[in-house]
């Protein structure tokens, strides 16, 4: 444990818990809006935004959140315009960004090396004024998604009805483009701006395997998020490798895990079916000998109907009666 | 019906709209009264501009003409408390949000931001929920509830707002005969209150006994009172759709069986 009391690890773990939890955070609006890929294409723009400032000398976090929340906000003015459905034009923007960015860098005699450190992170270089650049820019993004979850999350899943109550739909589309961009620019130095969007999805995945509610989802996302980050930091250390790639590696490795998990609970919560004929069968028929008891979590699909439930066995379905179960 | 007095404004007018949507006139000089407390039924044959003319009064597709809602131009209509709206369901993009959160959703227009919920606020979503029969569904995905379920989810996401004029696209699309009741009875009571409805339908059905009165748009307009929409339907007294009606006003095959549809700019692009 002798890795606590480096400061450059403490640094370097803080940087990656602020990731970790701020982009599932705003990652769970782009699933839900299915734009689970806008981040990889923010990452692409951010790049833009570090060649500019190695050629003016300037510093390049600011220079690229500066790059990216202008970029994502032309993005969000196409999409409202319905001119970018073709995704084409995102494209040309993307790639623009990330072949501009390479070229500026290369302008100022910066070869791809000085690059890939945004590119694929690198925490362990992390020094205090990056730290709380990060830390302030990651405060802002989750008081704002945590603060503003209900509208924004109307705003996502039905906007002609949060249209319709009065919310600014245009300001809070921006919003949430507005944050992606932020927290993808913030997590380059941890994650790197190529991965970044794999914990601003993956992590997202996992909760919604696990857990019930958007609400709930978000939250849980953030704690793999926060799971992911820290640990594949600690390994890294450990592995002598590049954060960035074991943090998305493990963020993997939980969404596998939560596979099986997410079959056995959609057994249980399978919805139950209401049968709109409530008529109950003229015979009297009883099932064969069955000495299994249907409940609520027995697995076998539960169907309502004339008051009662039914439960679908085998292609039957069978009705509780007394000691025995009825053909229904 | 109730005679209003004449200082009060109508929950909903609109004079001369035009809606012209991708360079096609939808909505075609539609002038409209619905005075508060009223019931009324918008009704038209697929393609006849109803759910744009909502969409228009809504205030989400732009629009030639006045609309105001209670007395007040809806360009500078702030009131938006007031309206509970249903949008056609199947457009909503929810794969984790429970049935409470949608309903939820409905407070918004109520709320501060960065404000958690008031307990008026939870009141009012569990009475909502309780209103269309989904108490104990409140916690379910809405995803994994059925069709009609998710209909009722919409309607008590409407009911949440607390609004006294309601608007309602095509309830009654695709939803089981228990819902239609449960519906029937929900707006019974929504009336009873005096809260105004407007809704697009394309039959009154379970709510034959309750609509005031129904305004009935072909091709656009809005038609006299006594129009009889379903003139063209030849013999059959039920009105499910004829897509081939438009094929057949559009290819001038048989137009013998169209005359009673005003027949002007038949595109075969007609946006329901």
């Known amino acids: 444990m002798e890795w606590l009391s480096l400061a450059f690890m403490q640094r370097a773990l803080l940087a990656a818990l602020i990731t970790g939890v701020t982009a599932p955070a705003i990652g769970t609006f782009l699933v839900q809006r299915r734009l689970s890929l ?3 294409g923010l990452g692409h723009l ?3 935004g570090v060649g500019l400032a190695f050629l003016t000398g300037t510093a390049p976090l600011p220079m690229a959140v500066a790059i990216c929340v202008l970029g994502s906000i032309g993005i969000e003015m196409l999409r409202e315009s319905g001119r970018a459905s073709g995704d ?3 494209a040309i923007l993307f790639y623009g960004g990330l072949s501009g960015g390479l070229l500026l860098a290369g302008l100022a005699g910066q070869g791809a ?3 890939s450190g945004y590119l694929f992170g690198s925490l362990l270089t992390v020094n205090a004024t990056d730290l709380w650049v990060i830390a302030g820019l990651g405060l802002v993004v989750l008081v704002v998604t945590l603060g503003l979850l209900p509208q924004l999350f109307t705003v996502s899943a039905d906007e002609p009805f949060a249209r319709s109550i009065g919310l600014p739909a245009r300001f809070l589309n921006i919003l949430v483009v507005t944050l992606a961009a932020i927290t993808v620019t913030v997590s380059m130095r941890t994650v790197g701006l190529l991965l970044v969007s794999a914990l601003m999805v993956v992590p997202v995945a996992t909760a919604n395997h696990i857990v019930i509610g958007f609400r709930t989802g978000l939250i849980a996302s953030m704690g ?3 799971v992911a980050a820290l640990s594949g930091t600690i390994g890294s250390y450990y592995l002598n490798t590049a954060p960035g790639s074991l943090i998305v590696v493990i963020a993997i490795g939980l969404f596998a895990l939560s596979w099986p998990v997410s079959k056995v609970l959609q057994r249980r919560q399978r919805p139950i079916i209401e049968v709109a004929d409530a008529v ?5 028929e009883l099932t064969e000998a069955h000495p299994h008891v249907h409940s609520e979590n027995c697995g076998h699909l539960p169907v309502q109907h004339a008051g009662h439930v039914d439960y679908v066995h085998d292609g039957h379905r069978h009705a509780a009666h007394g000691d025995h179960y009825d053909e229904h | 019906m109730l005679v209003t007095p004449v200082a009060v404004a109508p929950a909903v007018s609109a004079s001369a709209v035009d809606v012209v949507l991708n360079g096609i006139p939808i909505v ?8 508060q407390g009223e019931m009324v039924a918008i009704l038209g044959n697929n393609g006849s501009g109803k759910t744009t003319l909502m969409r228009a009064l809504m205030g989400l597709v732009p629009h030639r003409g006045d609309i105001e809602l209670f007395g007040t131009e809806l360009g500078q209509f702030r009131d938006w408390g007031r309206v509970g709206y249903v949008p056609q369901r199947g457009n909503i993009l929810v794969q984790q949000a429970t049935a409470r959160e949608v309903v939820a959703s409905g407070r918004l227009g109520r709320r501060r931001a960065f404000m958690p919920e008031s307990a008026s606020d939870k009141a009012a979503i569990a009475e909502a929920l309780m209103e269309v029969g989904l108490a104990d569904r409140g916690r379910y995905p809405f995803v994994r509830l059925s069709g009609g379920q998710q209909q009722r989810v919409l309607i008590a996401r409407a009911l949440a707002t607390g609004a006294d004029l309601m608007a309602w696209d095509e309830p009654l699309a695709g939803v089981d005969r228990n819902t239609q009741d449960l519906l029937a009875g929900v707006a019974a009571r929504l009336k009873e209150r005096g809260t105004t409805i407007v809704m697009v339908l394309h039959e009154l059905g379970c709510f034959r006994d309750l609509i005031d009165r129904s305004i009935i748009l072909a091709d656009g307009r809005v038609m006299p009172p006594g129009y009889d929409l379903h003139a063209s339907d030849h013999l059959h007294d039920h009105d499910h759709d004829h897509p081939e009606h438009d094929h057949r006003a559009v290819h001038g095959g048989h ?10 700019h038949h595109t075969g692009l007609e946006v329901g």
Not at chain 1, 280 to 284: F, L
Not at chain 2, 255 to 264: A, F, I, Q, S, Y
């Open chain 2, 255 to 264: 137009e013998v069986e169209e005359h009673e549809r005003p027949r002007t």
């Open chain 1, 224 to 226: 793999f998020g926060a």
């Open chain 1, 113 to 115: 090396g000085t690059l």
């Open chain 1, 280 to 284: 109950e069968p003229a015979t009297h």
């Open chain 1, 46 to 48: 951010a790049v833009a």
């Open chain 1, 38 to 40: 806008l981040g990889d």
């Open chain 1, 88 to 90: 084409v034009g995102l």
């Open chain 2, 28 to 35: 075609r000089g539609a002038s409209l009264a619905i005075a």
